[in-house]
């Protein structure tokens, strides 16, 4: 079943509170902190502190994306700070296998995410290892990008590759997801949808939950 993951890298930090609550209300299960390094991505985030407090004062369960290079030297200190599940790029080093098995000897769920220029092909070797696969629907860095539409063709690819496995990992898309493009993702069978700005720069977030809410219980009937 698909479900709505709030990434919280656009969201204003005085106010997290309040929407760590609306979310709440709402019964929203996870949630997507993203960790940025300013090497592996042009950009600075969140730290092991954030995700500790977080995970300190609520019940969600911590989907922690990691764009930091090299992976190997965040994974102790994420997976003590609550992580619940731990995703690496596969671009970020050269020893995936030996990260994702490190993630998992700690008893963390694990992840594998793919830039929207990596092919989706590279995965077949390490897909079986993970919980989650990860397809970036927009280059990873900020907050608000718009979704590349290649996306729908690569999320085609990975279904192939999982058939082809007889695997069924959960499939997450993160990046410029909104009432438009929901559906069509849905369809590609993506359990798990990053929406980031769409809510929290909304004016009447509530609202905005429950349009992107009724999109995908519609689809599900429809299915
Ligand atoms: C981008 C991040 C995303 C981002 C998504 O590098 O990985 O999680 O917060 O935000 P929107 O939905 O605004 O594209
Ligand atoms: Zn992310």
């Not at 694990?110 to 070797?125: C, H, Q, R, S, W």
């Not at 989650?132 to 860095?141: A, D, E, F, Q, T």
């Not at 069509?184 to 720069?201: D, F, H, Q, Y």
Request: aromatic residues 6%; proline residues 4%; charged residues 25%.
């Amino acid at each position: 079943m698909a479900q709505i993951v709030p990434s919280l890298l656009s969201a204003d930090i005085l106010e997290l509170k309040e929407l760590l609550e609306e979310f709440k209300d709402f019964g929203i299960e996870w949630l997507h902190i993203d960790i940025m390094d300013g090497h592996f991505v042009p950009n600075l985030s969140f730290g092991p502190q954030f995700v500790e407090s977080i995970k300190g004062n609520s019940n969600f369960l911590l989907d922690v994306h990691l764009m930091v290079t090299p992976p190997e030297d965040f994974l102790d200190l994420f997976v003590k700070a609550g992580a619940d599940l731990l995703t690496v790029h596969l671009e970020s080093t050269p020893h995936i296998h030996k990260v994702i098995s490190y993630i998992k000897s700690m008893g963390c769920r694990t992840g594998i995410a793919i830039n929207p220029g990596t092919p989706v092909f590279l995965l077949e070797d390490i897909i079986k290892e993970v919980d989650l696969v990860l397809i970036m629907s927009v280059n990873p860095g900020f907050g608000g990008q718009e979704f590349i539409e290649n996306t729908f063709k690569r999320l085609s690819d990975l279904r192939r590759l999982c058939k082809a496995l007889n695997i069924s990992p959960l499939i997450e898309v993160d990046g410029g997801i909104n009432g438009e493009n929901i559906e069509k993702l849905l369809e590609l069978g993506v359990n798990m949808l990053v929406i980031g700005s769409a809510i929290t720069r909304s004016k009447d977030r509530k609202s905005r939950l429950s349009e992107l809410d009724s999109i995908i219980k519609r689809s599900r009937k429809l299915s």
